[in-house]
């Protein structure tokens, strides 16, 4: 049964680099992108970003100047890096694999909580 | 950027039926932005429901339905139920790769 492990740090100063990784165990995500998405406390999800096993990405526009989502396809792991945090960048970060065929998650990882402190 | 607009808040008595909306800023919602629901319970990941605007994801009652009502995404629960009580969020693809999310809407039933 494909499952999705994260980890990342958890608690980040402000202007420092958020990084999280999240792997795919159980199985591959070919023919999948597997995503992004973070939860501010209280608030609701927000798609961040995705990447395909060819390393093609897609972005938020509003996040995607700081964001960097890559791929190890040798560890079947993939990436997130989130620049120049501020206490805003605070949430919950959820790993997804995204259907390409119907868009849609199908899958998701248990999430990393980031806090940034300023 | 498009946004995807859900009601707050919502109740339903038990039993009884509802129908969430997920609308587009930009204009209607169609199948060609393949809406999908997702059902949260708050410290917990999502929980697929609803794809490709009508696809009950595997292991998802029947009492939950998904549809195009007029220019809106819809989620319909007939039945409703206690443990249906959590929040559930629409994500429209509005092309390009993208993937919007819908503000999400609190489910009280009582």
């Known amino acids: 049964q494909v499952q999705l492990q994260q980890w990342g740090a958890g608690l980040l100063k402000s202007s420092e680099t958020l990084s999280l990784t999240c792997a795919v165990s159980g199985g591959s995500f070919s023919g999948y992108y597997c995503s992004w998405i973070r939860q501010s406390p209280g608030k609701g999800l927000e798609w961040i970003g995705e990447i395909n096993r060819s390393g093609s990405t897609n972005y938020n526009p509003a996040l995607k100047s700081r964001v960097t989502i890559s791929v190890d396809t040798s560890k079947n792991q993939f990436f997130l890096r989130m620049s120049s945090v501020t206490a805003a960048d605070t949430a919950v970060y959820f790993c997804a694999r995204a259907s390409v065929v119907t868009p849609h998650f199908d899958l998701w990882g248990r999430g990393t909580r980031v806090t940034v402190s300023s | 950027q498009a946004v995807v607009t859900q009601v707050p808040s919502f109740s339903v008595s038990p039993g009884g039926t509802i129908t969430l909306t997920c609308a587009l800023s930009s204009g209607s919602v169609s199948n060609a932005h393949y809406p999908s629901w997702y059902q949260q319970t708050p410290g917990q990941a999502p929980r697929t429901i609803i794809y490709n605007t009508n696809i009950r994801s595997s292991g998802v009652p029947d009492r939950f339905s998904g549809s195009i009502l007029g220019n809106k995404a819809a989620l319909t629960i007939t039945g409703a139920q206690a443990d249906d009580e959590r929040d559930y969020y629409c994500?429209?693809?509005?092309?390009?790769?993208?993937?919007?999310f819908g503000g999400g809407t609190k489910l009280t039933v009582l």
């Open positions: 994500v429209l693809y509005i092309g390009s790769g993208i993937s919007v």
